[in-house]
T-cell receptor
């Protein structure tokens, strides 16, 4: 399979600051990298994704960058708001299966 | 986006009983569905891939006789936890990629919290 590592496990920021979450993957065959936000007891929700032929993608306050050579990708949230507080998971698609990082609990302090 | 329905949302059962969890794609056909297990404050661990019309494929370390998967139609996959024990207590969640409208984007069910007494 694929091995996805995610850091940090917890992240606390002040409202308005930026948050960065980083993931690495092990197999260059992985070609699609989604990010999910999961609130307590709820299903993961896709917030942004990036394909392996793209280096960066942005959607309002959220951006994702991908470095294929180094096999790492990052989630960037700018101007954080309290409602951004949740657990965020990165994932990698490897031969049509999805493997997830261990999650980052983001706490945005008002 | 596409909708995936998962039932039941919560089940409490006695040790030794079997529990069936259903995962339905409501507005798209899913030839493939995935089953995950999530422990508290941990990530989603892929258990198996459910394939319509053929046997499920299991990840290493997952007992196929313990976790029976049946993909009965293009919109329904079921996971049966057989002879459940307390260590099987967990949050089980399914997902299905919508290969049509938004190719390979996964849509998740709401999850099933299983508690085995």
């Amino acid at each position: 399979g694929e091995n996805v590592e995610q850091h940090p496990s917890t992240l606390s920021v002040q409202e308005g600051d930026s948050a960065v979450i980083k993931c690495t993957y092990s197999d260059s065959a992985s070609n699609y990298f989604p990010w999910y936000k999961q609130e307590l007891g709820k299903r993961p929700q896709l917030i942004i994704d990036i394909r392996s032929n793209v280096g960066e993608k942005k959607d309002q306050r959220i951006a994702v960058t991908l470095n294929k050579t180094a096999k790492h990708f990052s989630l960037h949230i700018t101007e954080t708001q309290p409602e951004d507080s949740a657990v965020y998971f990165c994932a990698a698609r490897h031969f049509n299966k999805f493997y997830f990082g261990s999650g980052t609990k983001l706490n945005v302090k008002p | 986006g596409a909708v995936v329905s998962q039932h039941p949302s919560r089940v409490i059962c006695k040790s030794g009983t079997s529990v069936k969890i259903e995962c339905r794609s409501l507005d798209f056909q899913a030839t493939t569905m995935f089953w995950y297990r999530q422990f508290p404050k941990q990530s989603l661990m892929l258990m198996a891939t459910s394939n319509e019309g053929s046997k499920a494929t299991y990840e290493q370390g997952v007992e196929k006789d313990k976790f029976l998967i049946n993909h009965a139609s293009l919109t329904l996959s079921t996971l049966t936890v057989t002879s459940a024990h307390p260590e099987d207590s967990s949050f089980y969640i399914c997902s299905a990629p919508d290969g049509g409208r938004a190719k390979n984007i996964q849509y998740f069910g709401a999850g099933t919290r299983l508690s085995v007494l």
